[in-house]
């Protein structure tokens, strides 16, 4: 009898780690109101030239942080960045950062194919590690398509180093949101 009560005791009892796996509430990323994130962890062009966008928002009143999945991809290459580039109020935006999980030679030769004569101003800026793009919680599992974790496609609006506006692809990769046309109008 006592084996009895003891076993159903084994069987109510809670887990010991509380389980997430069927939580209804989405997971919070980068909002309005929070700071750049001060990290030294962001490349541009070379391995050892480190990049701090909260040092570089300090600098400036404003900008746009424009996150990417990958460099050369299809909606990357053909939509996201030139609606940014040819847009006629990007001169306006002041500093302007595109960011992907990727290393800075490859964000460098993108840059060079997507702005050949650096007209635009436009800091193409590698993530290798997803270290940036975790801090903004703005990573999501890529592992089937790009081989890692990566950057969902957004753009934030940046205003005296905080972030005014967050304009984050609810599917991660789409472009409903994050175009140059709903953001800068």
Known sequence: MAFRFAARRVALARPA?????????????VK???AVPDLDVLV???????VNLADEFAKVTNGL???VPAAFS????ASHIPSYI?????????????????DPFVMKAWGDQLDPAGETGIRFLGDPAGEFTKSLEVDFDSKAIFGNDRSKRYTLVIENGKVKEAHVEPDNIGTKVSLADKVLG
């Open 65 to 67: 942080i424009i996150g």
């Open 17 to 29: 780690v509380p389980a997430r796996a069927f939580h209804s509430t989405p997971r919070a990323f």
């Open 44 to 50: 541009e062009n070379s391995p050892g030239n480190k």
């Open 32 to 34: 309005t109101g929070d």
């Open 74 to 77: 299809p909606a990357c290459s």
């Open 86 to 102: 040819n847009h006629p109020k990007l001169k306006e935006q002041g500093a302007v950062f595109v960011v992907s999980v990727n």
